[in-house]
């Protein structure tokens, strides 16, 4: 099955400084990469997302990148506020697969003022 | 849309007891979930079911069972409950047939002593 590994687990920036997670996958059948933001006592929400057939994905301040070739994914996160701060899960999955995402272990985000 | 609901948020149980965690959803999806979220291992998949009338295991079954009551609600049953299952149990929906996003519930957070 497919397993995805995700780092670092803890990140510190400061405030305006970019933010970069990365995660890599092993099942080459996978081309659906969602990413999820989660605040603290809240459950999992999706920030961004990407497939297989595109390269790279924005959406304001942040963006996601996609090398099918390396098997690897990465969210990066330009001009960082307090207000990003969160656990940041990656996930993978084949699209034909009933929505089953097999999720990373998550980066603790801080971001200080 | 009150989204993804799930209850109850909190509860404690001794080891052995039995409980069912509820979880519905007004946004007429069809496929349903259910995650636990362990310190250092991201979400890990228990259940899911992929249309009303259908379940199926995911990566860590053991000790649980569900129920797919209408295409609504989702249910997880702990029928003896043990230590090791003491976790945040996060219930989640999509629409398969279109953009793949996962929505989350709030969470139950279940304690085993």
């Known amino acids: 099955g497919e397993n995805v590994e995700q780092h670092p687990s803890t990140l510190s920036v400061q405030e305006g400084d970019s933010a970069v997670i990365k995660c890599t996958y092993s099942?080459?059948?996978?081309?659906?990469f969602p990413w999820y933001k989660q605040e603290l006592g809240k459950g999992p929400q999706l920030i961004i997302d990407?497939?297989?057939?595109?390269g790279e994905k924005k959406d304001q301040r942040i963006a996601v990148t996609l090398n099918k070739t390396a098997k690897h994914f990465s969210l990066h996160i330009t001009e960082t506020q307090p207000e990003d701060s969160a656990v940041y899960f990656c996930?993978?999955?084949?699209?034909?697969?009933?929505?089953?995402?097999?999720f990373g272990a998550g980066t603790q985000v801080v971001v200080t003022p | 849309n009150a989204g993804v609901t799930q209850t109850p948020k909190f509860q404690v149980l001794k080891t052995g007891q039995s409980m069912t965690l509820q979880c519905a959803q007004d946004?007429?999806?069809?496929?349903m979930y259910w995650y636990r979220q362990d310190p250092g291992m991201g979400l890990r998949l228990i259940y899911y079911?992929?249309?009303?009338?259908?379940?199926d295991k995911g990566e860590v079954p053991n000790g649980y069972n569900v129920s797919r009551l209408n295409k609504r609600e989702f249910s997880l049953r702990l029928e003896s409950a043990a230590p090791s299952q003491t976790s945040v149990y996060f219930c989640?929906?999509?629409?398969?047939?279109?953009?793949?996003?996962?929505?989350f519930g709030p969470g139950t957070r279940l304690t085993v002593t």
């Open positions: 996930a993978a999955s084949p699209l034909d697969s009933w929505g089953k995402l097999q």
């Open positions: 079911s992929a249309s009303e009338g259908t379940t």
């Open positions: 099942d080459s059948a996978s081309n659906y």
């Open positions: 990407i497939r297989s057939n595109v």
């Open positions: 989640a929906s999509t629409f398969t047939g279109g953009g793949y996003e996962q929505y």
């Open positions: 946004m007429n999806h069809n496929s």
